[in-house]
């Protein structure tokens, strides 16, 4: 698959919590041998785990008049227990960032990971489930605005685009590509575009709650050796009842980066609903839907902070490759840096693919570059000092320092030659446009209406965000930018109030209508897109949560290897509901380039 270079960091902003699954070993599947259901059908899939795909309406305000549906696709991985164990703690959703990212990929990439976090082996076991929200991944209709041969031509345009930073006219071109990329989505998906927002997905979260309860109860009917002391129903019941006077299941959750957005609107709409909420890296909820605000913006505060960190780092560790004997500090290599980055503007690199086709690697790409590392430090900080090393030698003429550096930038932007047959026929060929139209569909679908912003409107944006980074300002602006022709709005949204009700007193019963437990909010000390000033800022939000913060830098405490300080905590929250009263601090043994 080919990827624009100058995708970089928007990749990172909504397939990082997903990139373990890349590296999967895992067996493949086929979706399409699954047959939809009204019901939560499972069966084996990826080795050790369970999949299916539920119908479920398309439109939720209009269900009964309505027949459109949607097909979810759902995938878990089965506790270390059965369901009659008395160990066993339900079910633990989960859903990664972006919007776009696959929840069921995400999951076979993490899933092992977040169930260490939480299990008490022999106390409490939990089975773990993710799916694709509507539009993306393997749920259908998928979001597809460029099919094809479109798609491979739009990747090509973003990959020459000039940074919005780079003039007034660079500017202008950005805004109307927004512009024409939403009326190209609007002509390829009508009514649709109408039901993705994340309103609809809190209400199929709802769904799936009840369908996994009906599916229990379905089996447990079947094997004939079910009774109240076997049932587990307590760990997941509310405090309220169904039509039938059965208590309904809570939501248990872990919401990674936009997930925490989603996390907060589950919250907020269904207060009855909420049982364990863990929300880590944390979306800033006004600036998310709204980012011309003033007081607002998405995240971007502590970019400068941690690129002045990976240059001060790199002074300090033992060997970094862009370190020079004269220099004295972390400034003199970021002086340096900067200014070859800059050089690149006026004389961009140019990379010649295997398939003949060419990349050009300007001021832009280079910067994105960096942001993109800034989601995992202690992973990628080494490899990216190595690549802007080649980079700036490849200046000099440096032919094996060029093909180093070409290798590491196609790399970096999952670059796979084109094979000949594709070149032919563009109709199986499937480009990277998808995650772009499942961000912008989503993420347009739950903002305010940008579409009648002017020129200087979008300019006193970049300003606004420039000046809060430098580095991260010009990139949150060009994604903000891809709203600027997004007219098909939302039929359900949600733009609050952000709050609940107080949560029922640990050890009492559930109420109805309120959180079973306090939310816990989790960030690391420094982070790319969900600083911890949004963290705190949420946490006041919702009455008696819980703020844990990890002494260390990167996307999110589980995507970066919560140490056991954090893991403790997430376990018995979920064990007990119970959070710090006070914002705790966890130490992490090791430095970002110790590795």
């Given at each position: ?442 993420a347009c679908a739950d903002g305010v209406d940008v579409t009648g912003r002017s020129l200087d409107g979008w300019q006193a944006l970049l300003d606004r965000y420039t000046a809060i980074s430098r580095i991260g300002g010009p990139w949150m602006a060009r994604l903000q930018m891809l709203c600027s022709g997004w007219t098909m709005r939302a039929k359900k949204s949600f733009h609050g109030p ?11 019963a559930e109420e109805e209508g309120r959180p079973a437990a306090p939310i816990l909010f989790l960030s690391n000390r420094l982070d790319p897109v969900t600083p911890l000033r949004d963290a705190r800022i949420t946490r006041g939000l919702f009455p008696g949560a819980g703020l844990v913060v990890q002494e260390t830098m990167g996307h999110c405490v589980t995507l970066c290897a919560p140490g ?32």
């Amino acid at each position: 698959m080919m990827y624009s270079i100058h995708t970089l960091a928007f990749l990172a902003s909504v397939s990082h919590a997903a990139a373990a699954t890349a590296g999967s070993d895992g067996p493949d599947f086929d979706w399409d041998t699954i047959t939809p259901s009204t019901d939560l059908e499972y069966h084996p899939c990826y080795g050790e785990y369970q999949c299916a795909r539920l119908i479920l309406p398309l439109d939720w305000q209009n269900a009964s008049r309505n027949p459109a549906t949607v097909i979810i696709a759902v995938s878990k991985l089965p506790a270390a227990v059965p369901d009659s164990d008395p160990s066993f703690g339900g079910t633990v959703f989960t859903q990664p960032g972006g919007p776009g990212v696959s929840g069921t990929d995400y999951l076979r990439g993490n899933g092992r990971k977040l169930g260490d976090a939480i299990t008490i082996p022999g106390r409490r076991h939990y089975e773990l489930l993710a799916f694709d929200p509507r539009g993306l991944g393997r749920s259908l209709p998928q979001l597809d605005c460029f099919p094809g041969l479109l798609g491979y031509l739009r990747a090509q345009e973003r990959d020459m685009a000039d940074a919005v930073d780079a003039g007034r006219a660079a500017l202008a071109r950005a805004v109307a590509a927004g512009e024409a990329d939403g009326k190209r989505c609007a002509d390829e998906h009508g009514d649709f575009l109408r039901h993705v927002g994340t309103a609809d997905v809190a209400r199929d979260m709802v769904a799936l709650l009840d369908k996994i309860e009906e599916e229990r109860r379905r089996r447990r009917e079947e094997q004939e050796a079910a009774n109240e002391e076997q049932v587990q129903l307590e760990l997941r019941s509310a405090g309220g009842k169904d039509s039938e006077g059965k208590k309904v299941p809570r939501l248990q959750y872990i919401g990674i980066s936009y997930g925490t957005f989603l996390g907060s609107v589950f919250a907020s709409m269904f207060p009855g609903r909420v049982g364990r909420l863990v929300l880590d890296g944390v979306v800033n909820l006004f600036g998310y839907q709204d980012q011309n605000k003033q007081g607002t913006v998405i995240g971007i505060n502590d970019i400068d902070e941690m690129a002045d960190l990976f240059f001060q780092g790199c002074f300090e560790a033992s060997a970094c490759p862009i370190r020079q004997p004269t220099d004295k500090s972390g400034a003199d290599i970021s002086r340096r840096f900067w200014s070859w980055a800059s050089s690149l503007q006026d004389a961009p690199l140019v990379i010649h693919t295997a398939d003949g086709n060419r990349r050009y690697v300007s001021t832009d790409p280079v910067r994105q570059m960096l942001i993109s590392s800034l989601y995992h430090p202690s992973r990628d900080f080494t490899s990216l000092a190595a690549t802007f090393d080649a980079g700036m030698r490849s200046r000099d003429g440096d032919d094996d320092a060029m093909a180093l550096f070409s290798d590491r930038v196609l790399g970096a932007a999952g670059f796979t030659p084109i094979p000949a047959a594709l070149r032919a026929n563009f109709s199986s060929y499937t480009s990277m446009t998808k995650l772009f139209d499942a961000y912008v569909g989503i993420a347009c679908a739950d903002g305010v209406d940008v579409t009648g912003r002017s020129l200087d409107g979008w300019q006193a944006l970049l300003d606004r965000y420039t000046a809060i980074s430098r580095i991260g300002g010009p990139w949150m602006a060009r994604l903000q930018m891809l709203c600027s022709g997004w007219t098909m709005r939302a039929k359900k949204s949600f733009h609050g109030p952000f709050e609940t009700p107080e949560p029922s007193e640990a050890g009492r019963a559930e109420e109805e209508g309120r959180p079973a437990a306090p939310i816990l909010f989790l960030s690391n000390r420094l982070d790319p897109v969900t600083p911890l000033r949004d963290a705190r800022i949420t946490r006041g939000l919702f009455p008696g949560a819980g703020l844990v913060v990890q002494e260390t830098m990167g996307h999110c405490v589980t995507l970066c290897a919560p140490g056991p300080c954090v893991k403790n905590i997430m376990a018995e929250y979920f064990r007990t509901a119970a959070v710090p009263e006070e914002e705790v601090t966890c130490e992490v043994k090791g430095r970002i380039w110790d590795v």
